[in-house]
């Protein structure tokens, strides 16, 4: 770790690695939460959700079905950190009705003490869940519930049991399951981000200490591990900088360890504005529609380096808000005679992570109509600059860039390099989905890696057999499952079977990137498929 933390009680701090540490501090001890120059990278994000024919159109069931592989993830850990799980559902069962999940962490139950496995919450065995489900009432005895239903829905499409009635497999359906339930964003993060209380959101050192958990279980039981994240944030300078890519980076690097997590659905929400601004122009204007019910929002700017940038707000009524670029991180605050709506910007010169300029603004009780922002840039080039919107239902659908682009919206963590980043398609008819978001990152690097389908896919999702235990979703998270799944038949052949027992997460990127099935009308890597369609068979075909 940077710096010292060995004067601090163990009671207020928790280890994630050697490179990162959360330190916990009664609120009413400290300032209120602010950005500064040198903090920015240490405010948790926030995270929200990215969401047989399927497995086919992957390459997937030919790799079970093959008399030789045979593969079924049998040997393998998938691990899925998202909203919980429906541990009761037979998509997580064996023939004989036990469980395949291994065990819960469940963040959201407090415990007194959470044991010697995790931090804080509350962690299942797999003794307790099958204890669980002999019971006639196994929320007694394991309390775990996805209320949400996103994370049992990825866990069926990574690692479901089949279902030949549903005409229902996961990818890996014999791979051990690890589960972690992520509790909700902590309520001065919410207000700090303006974020709706209805909305699901998590924080990223909970994420962080879940993918550490996560690698500990595997390691424990010597069986190699895939991990899926299909969450997702428009924060960050988008080149994977940020302690959750870093940390991703690391895991991916070692040995019998992949991560798979979605591009988002951010390619048609108009919540990216790209500018350019060149030599001989003075300034560039980027024009931001605030619909009638917004109550709050955070934007960011992020202006490539090694060049400086200035920025002037104006208001519907014309009113303006002036920037000021010397004020080493200090919050301005901003009030308008003709509107209730005030603006605290912070101005980061540099910004420590990424090396760019970082412009924070929060907008509180913001006025509707057409809002304008004058970006001036110390030119000795053609400079340019994004600015993002939050994801999703952070914000309504009718706040908006009126000259948005849709490039340059994968969201974090899918800027990970050493993580599969995966867009999705309709399998159906070889389009990408609509709302995919789109590539490269900011300095150029190809991103999304590939397309798996994630169109109208059905999967597992919370409920009884009277209400119906499957269903259909879209979204770039079902991708990041499915691939999930994949990676985690790869390494049974690499690993379990001691095939190529060295393969990291990097390497398991690679070769399903050459595997990958390609249009002949299409140029490759591209913004929208990257290098192509998952096609786990292919990779087989040319290691043959």
């Not at 996560?214 to 960050?236: D, E, F, H, N, Y």
């Amino acid at each position: 770790m940077h710096g010292s933390i060995g004067y601090i009680s163990s009671d207020y701090f928790k280890i994630i690695s050697e490179e990162y540490a959360v330190i916990y501090t009664p609120l009413d001890a400290v300032s209120p939460i602010h950005v500064n120059e040198g903090n920015y990278g240490s405010i948790p994000k926030y995270y929200t959700y990215m969401d047989e024919e399927a497995l086919l159109a992957s390459g997937i069931t030919q790799v079970q079905n093959q008399p030789y592989l045979n593969l079924k993830g049998n040997g393998m850990v998938i691990a899925v950190i998202d909203s919980g799980i429906d541990y009761r559902h037979p998509a997580f069962r064996n023939a004989a009705g036990t469980s395949r999940i291994t065990c819960i962490w469940d963040q959201s139950i407090p415990a007194g003490e959470p044991g010697a496995n995790v931090p804080y919450g509350t962690e299942f065995t797999e003794q307790q869940i099958n204890e669980a489900l002999e019971s006639e009432n196994p929320y007694a005895v394991v309390p775990s519930r996805d209320e949400n239903g996103h994370g049992t829905f990825l866990a069926g499409i990574a690692a479901g049991s089949a279902d030949p009635a549903e005409g229902f497999s996961g990818a890996a359906p014999e791979a051990t399951i690890i589960v972690v339930k992520l509790k909700p964003i902590k309520q001065y993060l919410r207000e700090f981000y303006l974020l709706p209380e209805e909305a699901d959101a998590y924080q990223e050192d909970d994420i962080m200490f879940a993918v550490h958990y996560a690698v500990q279980c595997a390691r424990r039981m010597k069986k190699p591990l895939s991990i899926c994240i299909g969450l997702g944030t428009s924060q960050g300078a988008h080149l994977g900088t940020g302690p959750l890519q870093q940390f991703l980076n690391w895991v991916s690097s070692y040995a019998q360890n992949a991560v798979s997590v979605a591009a988002g659905n951010e390619g048609n929400a108009r919540h990216h504005f790209s500018g350019r601004i060149r030599e001989g122009d003075r300034d560039l204007t980027a024009e931001l529609r605030i619909g009638e019910k917004e109550t709050g929002f955070v934007m960011e700017f992020w202006g490539d380096m090694p060049n400086f940038y200035s920025m002037n707000i104006i208001a519907p009524t014309g009113e303006r808000a002036e920037i000021k670029t010397n004020l080493g991180g200090e919050v301005q605050n901003f009030r308008f005679v003709f509107l209730p709506t005030r603006i605290q910007a912070t101005y980061i010169r540099v910004e420590r992570q990424s090396g760019s300029t970082l412009i924070f603004l929060r907008f509180l009780d913001p006025a509707p109509g057409i809002w304008k922002f004058q970006i001036y840039g110390e030119i000795e080039f053609d400079i340019g600059f994004h600015m993002w919107l939050p994801v999703g239902r952070m914000i309504t659908e009718e706040t908006y860039f009126v000259e948005s682009s849709p490039e340059n919206t994968i969201t974090n963590p899918g800027d990970t390099e050493g993580a599969m980043t995966m867009t999705a398609y309709n399998y159906r008819d070889g389009s990408l989905y609509l709302n995919a978001s789109r590539g490269y990152l900011t300095n150029g690097r190809v991103k999304p890696d590939m397309a798996a389908p994630g169109v109208a896919i059905k999967g597992s999702v919370p409920g009884n057999a009277d209400v119906g235990l499957y269903a259909v979703r879209s979204g770039t998270s079902i991708s990041a499952a499915q691939t999930a799944g994949a990676a985690a038949l790869l390494m049974e052949w690499a690993a379990v079977r001691g095939a190529i027992p060295s393969l990291n997460g990097k390497s398991i990127k690679n070769y399903l990137i050459r595997g990958a099935s390609r249009d002949r009308n299409r140029d490759y890597p591209n913004r929208e498929w990257g290098y192509g369609a998952l096609n786990l068979y292919r990779v087989f075909e040319l290691l043959s």
